[in-house]
């Protein structure tokens, strides 16, 4: 069953834009008869191909993590998952650490008003 790119978007609430994009880069969506065709299993991919891209994977990244999907290579996408996990985590760290600092300072500056 071929979707449409208006059907896509009726079905998963992203913008055509945003689904054309995708397909660009090719995660989503095949040529058909001169037509772009999505399939059910697109639809079910694109929440987790933004969720993916919001995290700040590039597009050869969720690209490399479907890959592993879809070859039933359930270690390596794990292993892919867990990697990502590893760099947020440390986002978070270093965040956090500039957030202390940036506390320090404004405690500082507070006293020598």
Avoid: P, W
Wanted: net charge negative.
């Amino acid at each position: 069953l071929d979707i449409t790119l208006r059907e896509m978007t009726s079905l998963t609430g992203i913008s055509e834009n945003e689904l054309a994009g995708y397909y660009s880069e090719g995660l989503i969506g095949k040529e058909k008869d001169g037509c772009v065709c999505f399939s059910a299993q697109d639809a079910k991919d694109v929440g987790l191909i933004r969720t993916l891209k919001n995290f700040g994977l590039k597009t050869d990244e969720v690209l490399q993590f479907f890959s592993y999907i879809r070859q039933d290579q359930v270690e390596k996408a794990t292993q892919f998952l867990r990697t990502l996990r590893a760099r947020l985590l440390k986002e978070i760290h270093d965040g956090q650490n500039s957030l202390d600092t940036l506390d320090c300072i404004i405690r500082v500056t507070e006293h020598k008003v």
